[in-house]
């Protein structure tokens, strides 16, 4: 069975720190020059897998700016429609190298299990270097995970059968 696989919008970068490695989603730009660019971080639990988040973390690398500001939480069964679960404008959580910030996901968000996750850059950080460099060292989620199919979804299953 195919493991889960995490992804960025480009190559991440990573440099040696003593104590926190540095690793960067690069900007990309889709249709043209002319559009906005963004950077995302990816990860896709396999095709077996769901996991119903209700929870997250991510910690800023070791760097001394870019200091993410303007995201949001995406969930998506299919990886290529995408659910926004968590949106954050003008958040200031984050203004530390190496700090962490946690969200509850609420709403209908948080009733749905997927497949897939995205962190998408909606706006530049603080950089003054790169402002569409997603840094982060840590992404955390929490919820509930399973696996479709699995001996749990078949005894449910049967429960359901044997009270008709």
Known sequence: ????????????????SPSLGTSAAGAVTSNGSSAMPSSWWQLDLGPPHRLLCNYYTIRHDGSQDGFVRSWVLQGSIDLHHWLDLKRHISDNTIRLPGQFGSWPVTGPAASMPFRAFRLLLLGPTHSHINPWAFCLSHWELYGYFYKLGGPQQQGQ?????QQR
């Open 157 to 161: 299953h049967q429960d359901v059968h």
């Open 1 to 16: 069975p195919p493991a889960a696989a995490a992804t960025a919008s480009d190559t991440p970068v990573s440099t040696p």
